[in-house]
Structures are given as C-alpha cells and as structure tokens.
C-alpha cells in the first residue's frame, strides 16, 4: 500500500480519536430557571458563549424549567437567560474545570426584557452536586507558580488528599527517567489511570512512567480522581488524573523562558578545593492563536532540557516537545470537531 495513503489514514485516525476522548474531559453545566415565587420557567433561552474562543452553545428549558449544556472545554464562560415578560439574567466568568458537572440555578425577575441581571461567576454556587466524584483540581496558576523541583506536574498530584508520593524521588525527572509512581487511597501505584486529553497517556510497557510529560506552560489544569468516579473513565481500579493541555483562542498570545541552576550560583563545600559542575538549563516557548476566527486554533509548545550535573561526564540534553507537539498539532483541529449538536433539554429530568 502507498506509505503516502497510509500517513494519511493514520493522521486521519488520531485526529478523529482525539475528538471522541475529548469528551471525557469535556465539562457541563446543567441548572433550572424559576421566578421570584419558585415556580419553574419553561421555554426559556439559555446561552453558554466564551467570546475568545468562539463558543455559543444555545438551548432552552424543558417543561420542568431544567436546562443542560455539555462537550464544553473548560474556561471562563457567560451564562444569559431571556424569558418573556422577565429580566435578562447574566451570570458573567463562571469558571468549568476539567470534567467538571457544574450547576448554575437561575432565579428570573419580573420585568422588562431590555433590563439586565448580572452576578458575577464567583457569586454562583460552586460546590458540584450533579455527581458524586471525589476529586481534587490543579488550576493553572498552582502548576506554572508553586516552586518545583525537576519542574515535572506530576510532583502536584500529592496537593489532593488521599495521594502519597512512593517514587522515593527527591527531583522530579521527565521521559524514561520519569516515574509515576503515587498510591491514590492506598491503591496499587500501577493501578492509576493517566490521560491526557480524554486519551490513554500511561506506558503500558513500565506502568511506571507516562508517554508524553507535557510542559508546565502547555497544562491549562488537571483533575485528580480519587474515588466514585463515572464508568466513561473505566479500566484502570485505583485513581485517574485527566490533564487538559491549553488551546489557542481568538487573540495570538505566548511566551519564552528560562530555568537556570548553574555552579556560579553555589558554595564551595568546606572540605572541597572548587565548586563542582552543576548545571541545568530548562528553557522553552509557547505560541497560540486562531486559524480561523470563531473556528480552528492552534497552540505549540516546544522545550527542552540540558543537565550536567555530579555524576555526569557530559550534557544530558532532553527535548521535550517531540511527542507533545505532535499530540498538539493534531488536537488544534479539535475545535472544529467538537460542536456536537445541543441536546434537546426535555431529555433531562
């Protein structure tokens, strides 16, 4: 068979895999609308829309007053919600982690439709009851500001409770010389499920170790399952960790950087004559933005690692970004893709 066909088949394969496992860690937001008495508000326009990325998921409630939106990545969003003979409802930056279930209940008044209600996102109830998960989220900022020994997101699994580190490493390492060994609620460390998103990202050869490590300026967050978690996640009996790389939105936006550890910067131990070399060299950068405004976007990160340290006769230079930018290229098509159509809310009671 020509080898060109073949490229074409497998691109063709991983782009639309990595579609259909997006929604394993895709989230959703479900509420009901009621008037100032509590009486449920049926045939209500319900708007999910993020601006800076294109996404305006529309539907209305059921006869029960109940709406649901889901298949949204996680980000900011703006929730708006019009009835007839009631105010515009606007709940502004409501915040949906990875796989998260969020409910957002909208109480209406009445009034005139040119008139507007507006809370903000941290104002909306942010304990999550439409399931039973035990689980803790990573944000962004925790991964890209907490000081990290090995600059590895893994090291961050133990800030959820009910995780023990059992890699007996002091520096988080990165590749073969990865581990991921962590016993999520006493489980056997092998037992834990690591995706990236939606898809399978343990090496199943070791179970000791992950395929790609992502950079840290590449994760947008991560979700640590612990216990009662959905069957979509299945397979494997002990904990689950769902990484969700960033994408590109509507502006262009990245950045350069460096991570220094050099001799220069050390003492000399009392009983030596010279410091010994040690220097590691952690340096990289990310670009995003749109293909196609509203539509397709693209997000690219590319790092590498250079280490000579005690022990090491010469530069032990890693690249990052290999496997990673593959795995980005091919899911910066995803947007397009993943616009199912809105389910009819009468479906959810």
Do not use: C
């Amino acid at each position: 068979m020509n080898i060109r066909l073949v490229s074409k088949i497998v691109f063709l394969m991983a782009l639309f895999s990595a579609t259909f496992l997006h929604a394993q860690d895709s989230a959703s937001v479900t509420g009901t609308v009621r008037d100032s008495s509590g009486a449920t508000v049926a045939n209500a326009q319900v708007t999910v829309s993020a601006v800076e990325r294109g996404i305006n998921r529309e539907t209305k409630t059921n006869s029960d007053g109940e709406y649901s939106v889901a298949a949204l990545p996680p980000g900011s969003y703006d929730i708006t919600v019009i009835a007839q003979g009631f105010r515009k409802f606007q709940a502004k930056a409501v915040v949906l982690n990875v796989a998260q279930k969020a409910r957002v209940d909208v109480p209406l008044q009445v009034g005139a439709a040119n008139t507007d209600v507006t809370v903000l996102g941290a104002d909306v109830a942010q304990v999550e009851t439409q399931s039973s998960d035990l689980a803790g989220t990573v944000t962004g900022k925790e991964i890209t500001q907490l000081q990290l020994n090995g600059r590895n997101f893994t090291q961050l699994v133990t800030l959820v409770p009910g995780v023990s580190n059992q890699t007996g490493q002091d520096e988080g390492t990165v590749g073969v010389y990865g581990n991921v060994s962590f016993s999520i609620n006493g489980g056997r460390v092998e037992y834990n499920n690591w995706e990236l998103d939606g898809g399978d990202n343990m090496d199943n050869g070791s179970n000791s170790t992950l395929n790609v490590y992502p950079s840290l300026e590449a994760i947008a967050e991560f979700k640590v399952l612990t216990s009662n978690y959905g069957a979509q996640y299945g397979r494997n009996g002990s904990g689950t960790i769902e990484v969700e790389t960033k994408s590109g939105t509507n502006a262009f936006h990245g950045n350069a950087y460096e991570f220094v550890r050099n001799d220069a910067f050390n003492a000399r131990n009392f009983f030596q004559s010279s410091v010994p070399p040690y220097k590691k060299n952690d340096y990289g950068y990310t670009i995003g933005g749109p293909i196609w405004k509203n539509h397709t976007y693209f997000f690219w990160s590319q790092e590498w690692r250079k280490d000579r340290v005690p022990g090491q006769d010469a530069p032990r230079p890693i690249h990052l970004s290999s496997a990673t930018t593959i795995h980005r290229l091919i899911l910066s098509f995803r947007s397009v893709l993943e616009r199912p159509p809105v389910e009819d809310s009468s479906t959810h009671m």
